[in-house]
């Protein structure tokens, strides 16, 4: 491992046009195997001002986007900060920029009281080095065309849908706050769910016999050389069994012109529980990580099972964070959680076992035998509950 760089005229700025756009396009187009223009359009999409600079003196060295958001745990939408476009130069790589970069990133995020900072990554060592870890999972999930059942056709309408609609973006939180680990989507999420890399997607909806929109899909058609074509969805939501049957029987409708099907989900969708043939092929794609930045707030944000009463006694280690160190007991009650400096410290975590476990992506006992958790068998066993929700997922990538 190199040396930190901990130079102090090495610092995380606000993007400025006119310093930084021509060294940062360039290094995004680097990293990304983008076009000028690609790149320039995206950083439109992303917002100038949710971009940050690492500079080197004055000279701009690396940079990220923040994509302010929220994510579902527990049912209530914790506030997360995501984070894409980690670039750096390819002249200037294996210096320790982007890590110096990415401690600067969380540090900001705490003092902005962000509870989270989240990310896709593709290097996961680079992240772990500053206390993320592994979160949920993202899936790719292929159907051949003509392995979708028909379905029924008759009660619930289907129409098009205005994606910028309130009722859609209803329909979409209703959904996603029952699955841990799901976006409450911000504008640049939206976009891409509308047109990922500007292939625009198109909303229809499903509405029961009362006209309340019950499900929709995103979708679009992409050709292949014979002339037929892939349909890919960017969401695929629904409410009750009926709108989800008859979101399938309109997607069976492209068959005769098409090959398969592909769209995103968790280690299930709940789309595929309503097939009768389970006739898919899975990829595992990526799987996602957060960062606790905001010990007090993530703790006190997320929502707990009614069900559950109890007491976790935390000892936390996190030097990037020091705020966030030391004993912690988290009181749960009536699904909410209360946490105070303090108590037994009973559970031993860093700051990638607090992000695992608070993700509910490993138990504190699964946590442990994985060596990102310490402490007595009976405490952890105690706490296996505590965060205990579904396999966290999502079908967004950002
Ligand atoms: C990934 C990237 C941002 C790293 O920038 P960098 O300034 O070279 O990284 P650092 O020197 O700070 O290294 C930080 C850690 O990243 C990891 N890393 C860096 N280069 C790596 C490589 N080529 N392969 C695997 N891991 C690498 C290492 O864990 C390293 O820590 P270590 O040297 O202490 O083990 C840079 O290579 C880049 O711009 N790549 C293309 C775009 C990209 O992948 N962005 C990230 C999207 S999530």
């Not at 000892?315 to 004993?327: E, I």
Request: with cysteine; charged share 25%.
């Amino acid at each position: 491992m190199k040396p930190a760089l901990t130079r102090d005229d090495i610092t995380l700025a606000p993007y400025q046009t006119d310093r930084d756009h021509d060294a940062v396009t360039r290094m995004l187009q680097h990293a990304f195997a983008g076009d000028r223009e690609g790149i320039e359009g995206w950083m439109k999409i992303g917002g100038e001002a949710n971009f940050r600079t690492l500079l080197d003196s004055s000279r701009p060295a690396a940079t990220l986007l923040r994509i302010p958001m929220g994510q579902y745990f527990g049912g209530r939408s914790v506030k997360m900060l995501g984070i894409a476009g980690v670039a750096v130069a390819p002249e200037d790589r294996g210096r320790g920029y982007a890590k110096r970069m990415m401690r600067a990133c969380v540090q900001a995020a705490h003092e902005e009281s962000w509870p989270l900072v989240g990310l896709y990554a593709s290097t996961h060592s680079l992240y772990r080095a500053v206390g993320f870890e592994h979160a949920g999972h993202r899936f790719q999930y292929t159907i051949p065309m003509t392995q979708i059942d028909a379905g029924p056709h008759d009660r619930e309408r289907v129409e098009p849908l205005d994606p910028d609609s309130t009722e859609l973006r209803e329909c979409y939180a209703g959904f996603a706050a029952r699955y841990d680990g799901m976006l409450d989507r911000g504008a640049y999420i939206w976009q891409r769910v509308k047109s990922p890399r500007n292939e625009e997607h198109h909303p229809f909806g499903v509405r029961d016999e009362h006209g309340t929109l019950q499900g929709y899909v995103f979708v679009n058609q992409k050709r292949r050389p014979d002339g037929r074509a892939d349909v890919n969805l960017s969401d695929f939501v629904f409410h009750t069994p009926a709108a989800g049957r008859r979101l399938w029987a309109l997607l069976a409708d492209y068959s005769m012109m098409s090959h398969d099907l592909v769209f995103f989900g968790g280690p299930t969708h709940p789309a595929l529980l309503l097939l009768s043939q389970q006739r898919y092929s899975v990829e595992n794609k990526d799987s996602w990580l957060i960062r606790v930045s905001h010990m007090k707030a993530a703790l006190e944000a997320r929502g707990y099972a009614p069900c559950v009463r109890t007491q976790v006694h935390l000892d936390v280690s996190d030097d990037l964070v020091p705020a966030n160190a030391g004993r912690w007991t988290l009181s749960i009650e009536n699904g909410q959680g209360r946490a105070e400096p303090g108590g037994r410290g009973e559970i031993r975590v860093d700051a990638r076992g607090l992000a695992a476990i608070y993700a509910g992506f490993l138990t504190p006992s699964q946590a442990a035998s994985v060596g990102l958790a310490s402490g007595d068998h009976a405490a952890l066993h105690a706490a296996n509950s505590a965060f205990a929700g579904g396999t966290p997922w999502m079908n967004d990538f950002f």
